[in-house]
Nanobody, 115 residues
Framework: QVQLVESGGGLVQAGMSLRLSCTAS????????MAWYRQVHGNQEREMVA????????DYEDSVKGRFTISRDGAKNTVYLQMSGLNPTDTGVYYC????????WGQGTQVTVSS
């Protein structure tokens, strides 16, 4: 059974940094192109903001390019999202999943950026 557990969110001021973690069980993150998604309050859709692609590279949503970095640690079976230069538009609940959303969603982790 696949389980994804996100952590690391919080309330920060604009310009600060956070690192999110997603620990997986039931799958190997090194063998699946994983992604981070953001859901804004009041919006049912989850937007992909960072992802590994099928050839091991990474892709980013335009608004986070140069500020967010996705990485993974196979030994810990964990995917990370390093976020820097945060601004209020980054506020939302962050989830990890496969690039194509193939696994059950976790509870997410709330990121709130104040101005």
């Amino acid at each position: 059974q696949v389980q994804l557990v996100e952590s690391g969110g919080g309330l920060v001021q604009a310009g600060m940094s956070l690192r999110l973690s997603c620990t997986a069980s039931g799958i190997r993150v090194s063998r699946n192109p994983m992604a981070w998604y953001r859901q804004v309050h009041g919006n049912q859709e989850r937007e992909m903001v960072a992802a590994f692609n099928l050839v091991g590279g990474t892709d980013y949503e335009d608004s986070v390019k140069g500020r967010f970095t996705i990485s993974r640690d196979g030994a810990k079976n964990t995917v990370y999202l390093q976020m820097s230069g945060l601004n209020p538009t980054d506020t939302g609940v962050y989830y990890c999943n496969g690039r194509y959303g193939a696994f059950p969603w976790g509870q997410g982790t709330q990121v709130t950026v104040s101005s």
